[in-house]
């Protein structure tokens, strides 16, 4: 091989080694804080409609068909 091709051949050869991390995906680690924070997230939007619509008392929870339900909680007042 030319002198001429074996620089630039061997740095493209180290270019590519050098960046086939990024061909990979995103780790296990990655992907389980990415759906963490977006089940948080969710559950944010959740809240914030839930009193957005009923006021601030109101609750949410998921039903078994994962149906946001809203509800007023009952607020305890201190005797007198």
Same mark, same amino acid.
């Given at each position: +091989? ?7 051949? /061997?740095?493209? &050869?180290?270019? %590519?080694? /050098?960046?086939?991390?990024?061909? #990979?995906?995103?780790? #296990?680690?990655?992907? @389980?804080?990415? &759906?963490? #924070? @977006? %089940?948080?997230?969710? @559950?944010?939007? /959740?809240?914030?409609? !839930?009193?957005?619509? +009923?006021?601030?008392? /109101? ?5 078994? @068909?994962?149906?946001?339900? !809203? ?10």
């Amino acid at each position: +091989m030319k002198p001429a091709l074996t620089w630039p051949l /061997a740095t493209l &050869i180290a270019l %590519a080694l /050098a960046s086939a991390h990024l061909l #990979d995906g995103p780790s #296990d680690i990655e992907r @389980e804080q990415h &759906i963490a #924070d @977006e %089940a948080a997230r969710l @559950e944010l939007e /959740a809240a914030r409609l !839930c009193k957005k619509l +009923m006021g601030d008392e /109101a609750v949410h929870h998921w039903s078994r @068909e994962n149906q946001l339900r !809203c509800a007023v909680q009952a607020s305890r007042g201190v005797g007198i």
